[in-house]
């Protein structure tokens, strides 16, 4: 689910029913006195043939539910969705609602969405449903800009196996909960899981990290990995921050202190005297799953989305199940984690905000039961979760209930800021903390707080260009 423009291909537009209300398609006389409602799909997901079945079923429905306004439907392939839509706002001819999109889609247009809290406010719709963290993962300085629709909290994934192998104990699946390391009950935080991540990592001769024997130029097993997850989640699960400041209207580069602290211990992890996480060389491996290291059955924990139960139904080795636990504490103390996730937003500048909120609320919960199917997502109502729940559990029969209600519980776990927070010309910053990231990863020479005051000062540059 994630969110970034990929290209700038060729705009192809697909136009279902009216568009503008003298299009050159006929309307009956009942429909033009109905208020037009136009929707746009296509900047993340809804524009294969398959979603836009879905999504025309759901506009009929919606349509055929009352009088007073008529949905019509607007799709963009992926690869000029960004310019079709930038140029419709440009000329005051955008979309009426947009979406479904992710916060980090929704801040690559700025000051383009409505906040939702006098619509809210006037029509006494009910938040209570909802978890209130995601209702806060929605706000911004005008207020509530999205209501919660589909979503993917994160959790981490476990081979029962390979703690089993070794005697040691399971992590955590409730969060507050203790884990027991050598008779002792210890905190589970992320000094608890580089302790066991090292003991699970194994050379080929069969020691692990904390022996002096260890053959780290011959890793057979890591005890841990990152899987899906760029550089701004990696730093998410440590803390929550905003990435810059903006005194006297320039902007400065402040990546928080604790991510940098995640940045030092990914790194320490991958080379430092006892890894415990794949290097960039050897991940890229055959043998290592070319980037999908749990999947390959080489890491004993991988951390990533409730997205990923996509991608795990053939394991490369027999009998490789799994399980799920809650992400680790920070050094604050605090649970910080990573909600991927994805939403509805109405323009600003909609002539038919009422009727429009009529629609958004319309999509998030009556039409979620059509919806969340086509994009194989997880509804951000607790009570509509269990079919997302349903699905996966006849592909993983073996998973239990307990492990599938750690991605209820990362409901309360969003970050805000997080990953997906507005960053003055985005698109070459986030190139920037990707490069950093590879470096990161393929570098095991170089002197990181050196490296990371240079990631500092290039974004400063980049924030601030014209």
Same mark, same amino acid.
Request: with cysteine; charged share 15%; glycine share 8%.
């Given at each position: 689910? $994630?969110?970034?423009?990929?290209? %700038? ?56 539910? #009352? ?19 930038? *140029?419709?706002?440009?000329?005051? #001819? ?17 000051? $383009?969405?409505? *906040? ?13 449903? /909802? ?11 005008? @207020? ?24 040691? +104990?399971?992590?955590? $699946? &409730? /969060? @507050? ?35 002096? &024997? ?18 701004? *989640? ?17 902007? %400065? ?20 005297? $006892? ?5 960039? %060389? ?16 080489? *890491? ?24 799920l636990a809650v992400l680790p504490m920070s050094a604050d103390g605090l649970v910080h984690g990573r909600i991927t996730e994805q939403s509805f937003y109405i323009w600003k500048q909609s002539q038919h905000t009422q009727e429009a ?37 006849? &592909? ?31 698109? +070459? ?12 990863? /393929? ?9 990371? #005051?240079?990631? #500092? ?10």
């Open positions: 689910m $994630q969110s970034e423009r990929t290209s %700038v291909g060729v705009r192809v537009l697909i136009f279902i029913s009216f568009l503008f209300p003298f299009s050159n398609c006929t309307a009956t006389p009942s429909s033009q006195q109905k208020t037009q409602i136009k929707w746009f799909v296509g900047l993340e997901v809804g524009a294969s043939p398959e979603q836009i079945a879905s999504l025309e079923e759901v506009v009929a429905d919606f349509n055929q539910s #009352q009088a007073e306004s008529e949905l019509t439907l607007q799709t963009a392939t992926a690869g000029g969705a960004y310019d079709v839509l930038a *140029s419709q706002f440009a000329t005051g #001819q955008g979309p009426d609602i947009v979406g479904p999109i992710s916060r980090g889609t929704a801040n690559t247009f700025p000051n $383009q969405w409505l *906040s939702l809290d006098e619509a809210i406010r006037t029509t006494n719709y009910d938040l209570s449903p /909802y978890n209130p963290a995601l209702v806060d993962f929605y706000k911004n300085a005008q @207020g509530i800009i999205s209501l919660p629709f589909a979503v993917s909290p994160s959790a981490i994934y476990y081979a029962p196996a390979r703690f089993d192998e070794l005697g040691l +104990e399971y992590p955590p $699946q &409730e /969060y @507050g909960d203790k884990y027991r390391l050598d008779g002792q009950d210890v905190d589970w935080n992320w000094a608890t899981l580089s302790e066991v991540a090292q003991r699970l990592t194994i050379d080929i001769n069969g020691f692990n990290a904390t022996q002096p &024997e260890f053959d780290r130029e011959h890793i057979d097993q890591v005890g841990f990995s990152f899987e899906g997850q760029g550089v701004l *989640s990696i730093a998410a699960f440590f803390g929550a921050g905003k990435i810059y400041e903006e005194p006297e209207g320039s902007y %400065v580069s402040s990546v928080p202190a604790a991510w940098k602290s995640a940045w030092a211990w990914w790194y320490d992890a991958m080379w430092g005297a $006892q890894p415990f996480m794949a290097t960039g %060389v050897l991940a890229d491996t055959f043998e290592f799953g070319k980037g999908n290291v749990f999947y390959a059955g080489k *890491s004993a924990m991988g951390l990533s989305q409730a997205w990923f139960t996509c991608c795990l139904t053939s394991f490369p080795r027999a009998g490789q199940e799994f399980q909120f009529q629609v958004l609320t319309y999509l998030v919960t009556t039409a979620a039961d059509k919806l969340l199917p086509a994009y194989d997502a997880m509804s951000a109502l607790p009570e509509k979760a269990g079919t997302f729940f349903t699905q996966r559990s006849i &592909e993983y029969p073996f998973i239990t209930q307990k492990s599938w209600n750690v991605f209820i519980q990362g409901m309360t776990y969003p970050d805000i800021p997080g990953a997906d927070q507005y960053l003055p010309h985005r698109n +070459e910053a986030l190139s920037r903390f990707q490069t950093f990231g590879d470096i990161l990863r /393929y570098d095991g020479n170089l002197n990181f707080d050196v490296e990371f #005051q240079r990631l #500092q000062d290039d974004l400063t540059v980049i924030y601030n260009k014209p």
